[in-house]
């Protein structure tokens, strides 16, 4: 007779996601790219010692963050693919996002989202999707 395993609840705690770190070369390069063309809040910009520089930066309406800086991470500036936010109307941020310059591709429409795609200075990736309207 087969039992199936019992699941371990160890209870319950939230585990919010507030914060990912960004590989960069250039901080102030970075940091102009995220504020001024896509449009980020910067919230912390601080040099904490000569190794260290904290710099944070959120994306409108978000509740997770990015940070870039120096001494953040051990990751190759670059390296960081697959980020994603969600937003209501995909096909006018991509025109606010090239009229500040930004470069993506046309819009994909899939059943699971449209989506369109940007990289940063360093070429970390970012997928912007719009959700499928509800069935």
């Known amino acids: 007779m087969h039992v199936p395993a019992m ?24 940091k102009a790219f995220y504020v001024d ?31 870039i800086g120096t001494g953040i991470t051990e990751m190759a500036p670059g390296s960081q693919t697959g980020l994603q936010v969600v937003v209501d109307d995909v096909a006018a941020l991509r025109s606010e996002l090239i009229g500040r310059g930004v470069e993506t591709g046309e819009v994909e429409v899939h059943p699971w989202g449209s989506f369109i795609y940007f990289s940063d200075p ?3 990736t970012w997928a912007v999707q719009q959700l499928p309207p509800p069935e």
């Open 122 to 124: 360093d070429g970390n």
């Open 7 to 30: 699941p371990v609840t160890l209870g319950r705690k939230d585990m919010k996601l507030e914060l990912l770190a960004v590989p960069v070369t250039d901080v102030d390069r970075a």
């Open 37 to 67: 063309q896509i449009g980020f809040d910067a919230d912390i910009d601080s040099q904490v010692s000569d190794d260290l520089r904290f710099v944070q930066l959120t994306p409108p309406g978000s509740a997770c963050s990015i940070v």
